[in-house]
Nanobody
Framework: VQLVESGGGSVQPGGSLRLSCAAS????????MAWFRQVSGKERQGVAA???????NYEDSVKGRFTISKDNAKNTLYLQMNSLKPEDTAMYYC???????????????????WGQGTQVTVSS
């Protein structure tokens, strides 16, 4: 199983970015996946998750600004981030749980596979 993130970068406040996570070794339409972020020195935080049945779950601070989606044909997970704020600055990771669990969980402990991360910096 491999997860490879891309799409990070530097943007000004109010800008947008779309992160991608290319998955291999499993079929993305049969797993639950999520995006997490981590600031140096702090714990990793769940940002958005999509469950096996397609349900979505968002951390409160990103609701209405971020959208998680999957393209099962491309085996790719996305995170569209709009109206970015300086506090969104972090390393962003995608994660996958290939068990039979269904819920769109934001808990780090349920995910078995992780990508290497992509840096997002929001600054003027």
């Amino acid at each position: 199983v491999q997860l490879v993130e891309s799409g990070g970068g530097s943007v000004q406040p109010g800008g947008s970015l779309r992160l991608s996570c290319a998955a291999s070794g499993f079929t993305s339409n049969n797993v639950r996946m999520a995006w997490f972020r981590q600031v140096s020195g702090k714990e990793r935080q769940g940002v958005a998750a999509i469950g096996r049945a397609g349900t979505m779950n968002y951390e409160d601070s990103v609701k209405g600004r971020f959208t998680i989606s999957k393209d099962n044909a491309k085996n790719t997970l996305y995170l569209q981030m709009n109206s970015l704020k300086p506090e969104d600055t972090a390393m962003y990771y995608c994660a996958a749980d290939v068990t039979v669990a269904i819920a769109a969980s934001l808990s780090e402990s349920v995910y078995d596979y992780w990508g290497q991360g992509t840096q997002v910096t929001v600054s003027s």
